[in-house]
Nanobody, 121 residues
Framework: QVQLVESGGGLVQPDGSLRLSCAAS????????MAWYRQAPGQQRELVAA???????NYADSVKGRFTISRDNAKNTAYLQMNSLKPEDTAVYYC???????????????WGQGTLVTVSS
């Protein structure tokens, strides 16, 4: 069994910063691409940023230049550094990853439980 656990959410003022973490745990052999999604109230879940195991990244246009995704393969952990936060960034942020276990089974998309980010003065 594998799981993703997010942390680092909270309340921040506009123009502030937060750093989210996503740690994969379990009998893991490999963690493939990792990504952050978000879902605001009444809206669909959307991709925020993604990173391959090799470090290639892509971002939603709305966060380019403000958010940075990174990962530590040795720790099976991804991060999302969020700067210049805006009220419209308020959402539940979810981590997603493809994971292979020691049994050889490959989970194409494991989801974390989500962490709430609220940007408000």
């Amino acid at each position: 069994q594998v799981q993703l656990v997010e942390s680092g959410g909270g309340l921040v003022q506009p123009d502030g910063s937060l750093r989210l973490s996503c740690a994969a745990s379990g009998t893991i052999v490999n963690v493939y691409s990792m990504a952050w999604y978000r879902q605001a109230p009444g809206q669909q879940r959307e991709l925020v940023a993604a990173i391959t195991r090799g470090g290639n990244t892509n971002y939603a246009d709305s966060v380019k230049g403000r958010f940075t995704i990174s990962r530590d393969n040795a720790k099976n952990t991804a991060y999302l550094q969020m700067n210049s936060l805006k009220p419209e960034d308020t959402a539940v942020y979810y981590c997603n990853a493809g994971i292979q276990t020691t049994s050889g089974y490959r989970y194409p998309a494991v989801w974390g439980q989500g962490t709430l980010v609220t940007v408000s003065s």
